[in-house]
């Protein structure tokens, strides 16, 4: 079971699985952030076709990893949902990279506990007043061996909010670096790394840190597709070798409408199916092996249950 903008949906196998893109990001930063600041028409205009596009390569799920106090709209999503047919999952939690921009001034007095209290607050009743309920956790940490304390709480705060409701947390962290001390947050209070997700796990540059990463058991997500793909290709290459295949999760990380832009450059979400796909079968994958990374796989990370 997961759980889309438009509710609850049991997933069936061999379903296709975009796990990490953007329709809209404004990065005017959390103090200014207001959705008066695009209108929906307007984005559904500009970001349709790339998302009709993805329906012929038969694409059902669609993770909008776009958070909170970063342009996160879940009324424009249930919209585009129901017009496109796609399944479309949201996410709750606070983002801190980026040193705080898009943090909210809250989060900074409030305990672990609290801002735990508001996440699970819109999970069970509902965010911003609708009853859209988000399908996952997305939180983000700045790159450091030492997380600072705003990014420690949000860790914290994402470990009680998967023991209460079973959502999957997935961190924007990058570099392996970051990856660890999150873990062992999460081990300290007693949640499996297999509900984590190691968002943006391409910028690691040494692969060994993916065999101690899968190891732990956590999800590791190639996600920057939209942007690059020799360096990808390689990682899952080596993934495949030393079989870890069945940790590695793909997307592109793609869309990116953004209200400050007069001109609107959508990056498409194809390349999986278009470049990837090709090369990778090419060199020797097999259809199974692919529909594990863009199936299988998704559909096990944001399943719903806790897991201690
Ligand atoms: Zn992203």
Redesign the pocket.
């Known amino acids: 079971m997961i759980n889309s903008v438009t509710g609850p949906v049991t997933v069936s196998p061999g379903e296709i699985w975009l796990s990490?893109?953007?329709i809209l990001v404004d990065f005017i930063g959390a103090d200014k952030i207001d959705p008066k600041r695009w209108n929906h028409d307007t984005v559904i205009n500009k970001t349709l076709k790339y998302l009709e596009e993805i329906k012929s390569h038969n694409v059902k799920y669609f993770v909008d990893?776009?958070p909170a106090y970063l342009g996160r709209d879940v009324l424009l999503l249930e919209k585009i949902a129901k017009s496109t047919g796609l399944t479309i999952i949201t996410n709750t939690g606070f983002y801190g990279a980026v040193n705080n921009k898009y943090v909210p001034s809250l989060a900074f007095e409030k305990t672990a506990e609290e801002l735990a209290d508001i996440w699970i607050n819109e999970y069970r009743n509902g965010i911003e007043g609708t009853s859209v309920k988000p399908g996952f956790i997305k939180i983000s940490v700045d790159a450091s061996e030492t997380l600072d304390s705003i990014d420690q709480k949000l860790v914290k705060a994402a470990a009680i909010t998967h023991l209460q409701t079973g959502l999957t947390i997935a961190s924007?962290t990058g570099e392996a670096k970051a990856l660890w001390p999150q873990l062992k947050i999460l081990k300290e209070m007693n949640v499996s790394p297999n509900a984590f997700i190691w968002?943006?796990a391409q910028n690691e540059k040494d692969n060994n840190n993916y065999l101690r990463a899968a190891k732990e058991g956590c999800w590791i997500s190639l996600?920057g597709l939209g942007w690059e793909l020799e360096k990808h290709i390689e990682k899952i290459l080596f993934a495949k070798e030393h079989k870890i295949l069945d940790r590695i999760l793909l997307s592109h990380?793609a869309g990116w409408y953004d209200p400050q832009k007069q001109v609107q450059a959508i990056k498409p979400y194809t390349n999986i199916f278009k470049q990837l796909y090709p090369e990778l079968i090419s060199k020797g994958f097999s259809k199974e092996e692919f529909n594990l990374l863009i199936s299988r796989n998704p559909s096990k990370a944001f399943s719903i249950s806790i897991k201690r």
């Open positions: 990490h893109e953007h990893a776009t924007h968002v943006h996600d990380d």
